[in-house]
C-alpha cells in the first residue's frame, strides 16, 4: 500500500501541487489567526475550516467554486453559534446533532455545493465538541472561520490556480429515484440512524469525547453508495486509525504540544491527507488521526488513553454505520454498481455517436468531453465494485463477475480514448462504413440496458487498416462480451475467458 502511494500515477503533478497549495494555504490561515490576536482555539478552528474549504469544494468550474467557498460561512456560522449555545444542554444538544446531520447528508441530492455546505456545517457543529466551546469563545471562533475561508479562497483562486490549468471535471451524480429510492434521502436516513447509535455507544465509552464516534460514522457515509462500500469503507476507517494511533504515539506524544515540531509534523499530515485521499482511504485516515494528536498536545490535554479512546469511539462509529445500512433502507452492491455499470454504458453510446460525428466532419463534436465523463462514471464503477473485489470477500462467483465486467469496461474505455482521438484528427476521412459500426454499437448497448434484450451476432472484423473502424469493432466485441457478465445472475459461475 506505501508502495502505491508513492508509484501512482499522478498526470501534471497535479495532485502534488494540491497537496503542497494546502499546506500553503492552511499554513497561511493560522498564521493570519494567530497574528489577529485570537486564542489557540480559534488558531485551531481555522486549520480546520481552511482545511475543509480547500478540500470538499469540488464543482465543475472555477466560477462555481469559488461562489460555493464564499458560501461556507453562511452554512457554518449559524451552526457554530447553535453547537455553542446548547453546549450545556446535552439532550437538546444531541438531538441539534443529528438534525445537522440530516440536513448535512439530504443537501447532497443538490450537487457539489451541498456537499461540500453539508460537510462544513456538520464539522463546526463537531469542533465545538472537540474545542468544548463556551459562548464568551463565539465570536472569536467566528472571525477565524471567515478569515480562514477568506485566506484559502485567496490562496486556491489567485495566480496560481490549479483550476484554471487543469478544469475538473464534474463528479457524476449518483442515480436517481424518488421519494425514500432517491439515494441522498435514502442516506439522510441512514446517516442519522448511524449518528444516533453512535452518539449513544459514544456517551456510553466517554462522557467528554463521544464525538469521534459521531464523526467516524458520519465521514464514513461520505462517497458511499451501497451497503458493502459502507462497510469496506468503515474497515479502512478502523484500520487507518489504528495506524495513525501507533504513529501518534511516537510523535504526539513526545511532542508535548511543543508549537514548532508539532506545526512541522501537522504540515506533513496536511500534506499526506491531500495527497492520499484519491488513493487511500486507510491512509487518509492515518494522516487525520496523527494530526487530532497533535491538535490534543497543543490542548494540553493529550495521553496514551486518549488515544486508546479515539480507536474505541472510531471502532463504534464503524459499528453503528453498519448497522444502520444493513437495516435501513439496504441498498445491495449489486444494485448500486447495476446503476453506475447503465450510466457508463451510455456514455459509451454517447461516445461513440460524437466521435461518428466528428468524423463526419462536424466541428461542433466535443468525444473527448464525452470521454472525461466515460472516466468519471468508471471511477464509480470500480468504488461500487470495490467490496466484491476484496481479498476478504468470501462471494467467488460475484468476484468472478465484477472483475470480468470492470476489465470489460476498461476495454471499452481503452477504444473509446483512441477512437476520440482519431476523430479529434480533423484530417481524417469519413468511411461510410462507420455508420453501420455505429449503429452496430448502439444496438450493443440497448441490448445490455434492455432486460430480456438478445445481443446481436458479432459482425466480422473489418477489412483493411481504417483505425477508427477497427476501433469501432473492438468496442462492439467488447460490449458483446458484456452480456454474459451484465444480464448473468450475481451469484452464478461465469465461465473464463
Avoid at 455553542?84 to 445537522?100: G, I, K, M, S
Wanted: proline letters at 7%.
Amino acid at each position: 500500500m506505501l508502495r502505491t502511494m508513492f508509484t501512482a500515477p499522478d498526470p501534471g503533478l497535479l495532485r502534488l501541487r494540491v497537496s503542497l497549495r494546502a499546506v500553503l494555504g492552511i499554513g497561511l490561515a493560522i498564521a493570519a489567526t494567530g497574528a489577529s490576536g485570537l486564542s489557540l482555539s480559534a488558531s485551531i478552528t481555522s486549520g480546520l475550516a481552511a482545511l475543509l474549504a480547500l478540500f470538499t469544494v469540488g464543482d465543475a468550474t472555477v466560477r462555481r467554486q469559488a461562489v460555493t467557498t464564499a458560501l461556507l460561512p453562511v452554512a457554518g456560522l449559524p451552526v457554530l453559534a447553535l453547537a455553542t449555545a446548547l453546549q450545556e444542554l446535552p439532550p437538546a444538544r444531541d438531538a441539534a446533532f443529528l438534525a445537522v446531520v440530516f440536513g448535512g447528508v439530504y443537501a447532497r441530492r443538490w450537487g457539489p455545493r451541498g456537499h461540500a455546505l453539508g460537510i462544513f456545517a456538520f464539522m463546526m457543529f463537531f469542533a465545538v465538541q472537540f474545542l468544548h466551546t463556551e459562548p464568551a469563545q463565539l465570536p472569536g471562533l467566528g472571525a477565524a472561520v471567515v478569515l480562514a475561508v477568506a485566506v484559502a479562497g485567496a490562496v486556491r483562486f489567485g495566480p496560481w490556480c490549479l483550476e484554471r490549468r487543469t478544469p475538473p471535471a464534474a463528479v457524476p451524480a449518483p442515480p436517481g429515484g424518488r421519494g425514500l429510492s432517491r439515494p441522498t434521502t435514502r442516506q439522510a436516513f441512514q446517516a442519522t440512524v448511524a449518528c444516533g447509535l453512535a452518539l449513544a455507544a459514544g456517551q456510553i465509552l466517554s462522557g467528554d469525547r463521544w464525538y469521534w464516534a459521531v464523526g467516524a460514522a458520519w465521514w464514513i457515509f461520505v462517497n458511499t453508495a451501497s451497503r458493502g462500500e459502507t462497510l469496506v469503507r468503515g474497515w479502512r476507517r478502523v484500520f487507518g486509525t489504528l495506524a495513525g494511533i501507533a504513529a501518534g504515539f511516537v510523535t504526539a506524544l513526545p511532542l508535548h504540544g511543543a508549537p514548532v515540531p508539532t506545526a512541522v509534523v501537522a504540515a506533513v499530515c496536511v500534506f499526506g491527507i491531500f495527497y492520499t485521499a484519491a488513493l487511500s482511504y486507510s491512509w487518509m485516515m492515518f494522516f487525520v488521526t496523527v494530526m487530532a494528536g497533535l491538535c490534543y498536545g497543543l490542548l494540553g490535554v493529550l495521553d496514551p488513553a486518549l488515544l486508546v479512546l479515539r480507536l474505541e469511539e472510531t471502532l463504534a462509529g464503524a459499528l453503528a454505520a453498519a448497522l444502520a445500512v444493513a437495516v435501513v433502507l439496504p441498498v445491495t452492491t449489486h444494485a448500486a454498481t447495476d446503476g453506475w455499470i447503465q450510466r457508463a454504458l451510455i456514455c459509451v453510446r454517447a461516445c461513440t455517436a460524437e466521435a461518428a460525428r466528428g468524423l463526419a466532419g462536424d466541428p461542433g463534436a466535443d468525444p473527448a468531453r464525452r470521454v472525461a465523463e466515460l472516466e468519471l462514471l468508471l471511477g464509480r464503477v470500480r468504488v461500487s465494485v470495490a467490496p466484491l473485489l476484496h481479498p476478504l470477500s468470501p462471494l467467488t462467483a460475484r468476484r468472478s463477475r465484477a472483475r470480468r465486467i470492470v476489465t470489460l469496461l476498461d476495454e471499452c474505455a481503452g477504444q473509446v480514448r483512441e477512437l476520440a482521438a482519431i476523430a479529434a484528427d480533423r484530417d481524417a476521412g469519413h468511411d461510410s462504413r462507420l455508420t453501420a459500426a455505429c449503429l452496430r454499437v448502439e444496438a450493443a448497448v440497448e441490448a445490455l440496458l434492455t432486460p430480456g434484450a438478445v445481443p446481436p451476432a458479432a459482425a466480422q472484423a473489418p477489412l483493411g487498416t481504417d483505425r477508427a473502424l477497427a476501433c469501432l469493432h473492438g468496442l462492439e466485441a467488447a460490449l458483446l462480451r458484456l452480456a454474459a457478465p451484465v444480464k448473468s445472475s450475481p451469484r452464478s459461475p461465469l465461465v473464463p475467458f
